[in-house]
């Protein structure tokens, strides 16, 4: 079975689990779950100005999502904070994106300014393990309705899935933490939103078939790049 990348696609299908807004990424929202009632580490990517990508602030001014989310378009900025992709909270624009070096979907963006918010707490190596029930987050498409490109969610949505493996591979052949539809899946538009273990960030949204299987990024591989770039 071939999973799809959720990203988004501006040129083409791109089926990471971003949203409808990139050459190269797939395109995940979530579909089932409930909206969410709490992320203040939530952040909404926008692509050349078009809805994209999720995405979670673990510093002032950094950004954490997925690699093709960030490889996707010439800019970027985030609404953070707030629930609603289209009111409240703060805006910012991405200046720099660092890619990680070592092959995982996983791009740091850094904000053209300081903001303030309650930054995601990210996990380290065991707070992920093989049949856990993990939350996800993201903006993505609410159901398999073509491009999504217009059934993506204003608000933040969240799902519960079961983690069946720690050491499965992520769009790029990183190391991602694989997990199976609990009370919904990710789907376009929800690439690079987080996956959360017992409220510490563990993963990152990489592929999805937006029916059973989804991949994220196991960041507690790569924390000690994170910390190099961002300092957390």
Not at 138 to 157: D, F, H, M, V, Y
């Amino acid at each position: 079975m071939k999973l799809m990348r959720l990203g988004f696609a501006v040129v083409g299908a791109v089926l990471a689990l971003a949203a409808p807004a990139a050459a190269s990424g797939a395109n995940p929202a979530i579909i089932g779950g409930s909206y969410a009632t709490s992320g203040p580490w939530a952040a909404r990517m926008f692509v050349d100005g078009q809805q994209a990508c999720s995405a979670t602030i673990i510093a002032p001014t950094w950004i954490l999502t997925a690699r093709h989310c960030a490889e996707a378009g010439n800019s970027y900025s985030f609404r953070v904070g707030s629930l609603d992709q289209t009111t409240g909270g703060t805006v910012a624009n991405g200046v720099d994106a660092v890619i990680n070096p070592n092959g995982a979907d996983l791009a740091l963006i850094q904000l053209d300014q300081s903001v303030q918010a309650t930054y995601s707490p990210l996990g380290g190596t065991g707070d992920v393990s093989v049949g856990q029930t993990v939350q996800v987050y993201g903006w993505g498409a609410t159901s398999r309705c073509g491009s999504e490109i217009n059934c993506q969610s204003r608000r933040l949505k969240v799902a519960s899935v079961r983690v069946n493996s720690v050491n499965s591979q992520d769009n790029f052949g990183g190391v991602s933490v694989q997990a199976t539809y609990g009370n919904g899946i990710t789907a376009g538009g929800d690439s690079g939103g987080p996956m959360f273990s017992n409220g510490r960030q563990v993963g990152v949204a990489s592929t999805s078939d937006r029916q059973s299987v989804t991949d994220y990024t196991n960041i507690t591989r790569y924390r000690t790049w994170i910390r190099q770039v961002a300092g957390v």
